[in-house]
């Protein structure tokens, strides 16, 4: 499956950006899909990810209660809604898919088999 990451852009703190992550190839239901960044001279982190149904989901603490993440199977789109963001949210922000899911996997971006090219969100204070 290939994955095109958009929606990526300066913001001020506070506000929101709505992250998207188009599939193709394969199936897009058949594939889990997480979000991870990266911020500069850091290591790539979780963010959240989603089930293949959407029935179940998974978010880094620093995230929760702000960033939601969500899929349209119909549309093979993955989204991650983001508010209230903060200038540590800046980062570069990638999607993933894998085609099983557990908890624990969902959260390791060694586990995910197929990335897209990234998207960059910055955040002013």
């Known amino acids: 499956v290939q994955l095109q990451a958009s929606g990526g852009g300066l913001v001020q703190a506070g506000g929101s950006l709505r992250l998207s992550c188009a599939a193709s190839?394969?199936?897009?239901?058949?594939?889990?899909m997480g979000w991870f960044r990266q911020a500069p001279g850091k290591e790539r982190e979780f963010v959240a990810a989603i089930s293949r149904s959407g029935g179940s989901l998974s978010y880094a603490d620093s995230v929760k209660d702000r960033f939601t993440v969500l899929r349209d199977n119909a549309k093979s789109t993955g989204y991650l809604q983001m508010n209230s963001l903060k200038p540590e949210d800046t980062a570069v922000y990638y999607c993933?898919?894998?085609?099983?899911?557990?908890?624990?996997?969902?959260?390791?971006?060694?586990?995910?088999?197929?990335w897209g090219q990234g998207t960059q969100v910055t955040v002013s204070s």
């Open positions: 190839g394969r199936t897009f239901s058949s594939y889990v």
């Open positions: 993933a898919a894998v085609p099983s899911w557990t908890y624990s996997s969902s959260r390791s971006a060694s586990a995910y088999n197929y």
